[in-house]
């Protein structure tokens, strides 16, 4: 039986809350002391404590890969600070870590919930945008030849499923035309269910497992459909045509070259696969890199990790998702203004504005996974910010 990456990590932290809760240990005093879980649950459906506690400890409580840093750190020097107050937000929003680069340089940078500089939080969904770029960088490499390669061809294990026929392109877009329910408060919804307790035949990748039998919904390249399970596919992907587990190919091809501060964490599932829809763990000021990497044209001393022309086509739109002025790009939400974002369930974010050469880092504890209020009100936030940062 295949452990719950989600149930994995709530055994893990259950325990480790009672251990810390004993007579014989010793007691936090700080302000990260963290509140036993009574009740423990699916990751969707943690109480706002738990999700406090845990999406600043995943990866001391779950299984995980570490992507290690180098030697050298690429520098983020300290520019003017701006003129805006972002309390009132943080407090307000669940906020553990608002950071703002422009032109490299930190103008802003505020931490909350007992997270700090030191500390590592869950990114979600935010992790789909850096698999993305494992995959330019694998193409980069020769590893993948195309973005119009079948997948079949590193997955063979699709044949014959509705994933036959379905290109890395239409992969990374989410028009595979394959079903596929995102519903985070349907405990039913495939979202939940591929990340659950699952008989998965021994020696079968979980994922495949789960993806092959899916039924198709439409003609692939056909609809946009969001599916965090197909980025896990991609993540399989880049893991077969690299020979190297995520953690490893993202270590070597980006986090020591460029120059990440600290190491990061991959949660990992039964198999040992990242899933590369979700949970890469880093600091607040490594997202920020991730960040600047992207907005720098993905190189590093002059070498180009991606294609030349990756990052004009990731973060523009390449598939309609019926919003006017919104759009898809590879694993990117995209902006007709411009704009782009890489995003992930409670409230975790990267906001690149590259008119103003800005960049905007997220990391939240929101009440629900996703919210048309806390929504609204980090879209004023981002707006005082561009304001702020104008000469």
């Known amino acids: 039986m295949r452990r719950n990456l989600w149930n994995a990590c709530l055994a893990s932290l259950t325990a480790w809350l009672m251990l810390a809760c004993s007579p014989l240990a010793p007691r936090a005093t700080t302000p990260t002391a963290l509140p036993v879980m009574e009740a423990p649950s699916d990751v969707l459906f943690w109480t706002p404590a738990q999700r406090e506690a845990a999406f ?34 943080m407090r307000a929003h669940k906020t553990a870590g608002l950071l703002v680069l422009q032109d490299g340089k930190i103008r802003l940078e505020r931490y909350g919930l007992g997270f700090g500089p030191d500390g590592r939080w869950t990114s979600f969904s935010v992790a789909k945008s850096v698999t993305s770029t494992l995959v330019g960088a694998a193409i980069q490499q020769g590893l993948i030849e195309s973005l119009d390669t079948p997948i079949t061809r590193y997955l063979p294990e699709l044949v014959a499923s509705a994933y036959d026929g379905v290109s890395v392109r239409q992969l990374l877009t989410m028009t595979s035309g394959v079903q596929w329910n995102e519903d985070y408060e349907d405990p039913n919804s495939d979202v939940a269910r591929f990340f659950g307790k699952r008989d998965v035949p021994a020696g079968v990748d979980p994922t495949l497992d789960y993806m092959r039998r899916l039924p198709r919904a439409a003609e692939p390249g056909t609809r946009w459909h969001y599916s965090t399970g197909e980025t896990s596919l991609v993540g399989v992907l880049v893991s077969r045509a690299s020979g190297q587990s995520l953690a490893e190919f993202l270590s070597r091809t980006l986090w020591k070259p460029y120059g990440f501060e600290r190491d990061a964490a991959w949660m990992v599932d039964d198999s040992g696969q990242e899933p590369g829809g979700c949970c890469l763990v880093a600091s607040l000021r490594d ?83 996703s919210s048309q209020a806390e929504v609204v009100a980090r879209n004023e936030l981002l707006a005082q910010i561009r304001d702020a940062a104008r000469p």
Request: charged fraction near 15%; charge should be negative; proline fraction near 9%.
């Open 287 to 369: 997202w920020g890199r991730v960040g600047q990497f992207v907005l720098d044209g993905g190189l590093i001393d002059g070498r180009a990790v991606v294609p030349p022309d990756w990052f004009a086509q990731a973060t523009t739109t390449q598939a309609d998702i019926g919003t006017p002025g919104r759009g898809y790009g590879f694993q990117w939400w995209t902006y007709d203004d411009g704009h782009f974002e890489a995003r992930g369930i409670f409230g975790q974010m990267i906001h690149f504005e590259p008119a103003q050469r800005l960049i905007v880092v997220l990391l939240s504890a929101w009440p629900t996974a």
């Open 56 to 89: 600043r400890a995943m990866e001391h409580i779950t299984p995980h890969h570490v992507v290690a840093r180098g030697n050298a750190v690429h520098p983020l020097p300290l520019g003017e600070a701006l003129d805006f107050d972002p309390e009132p937000f």
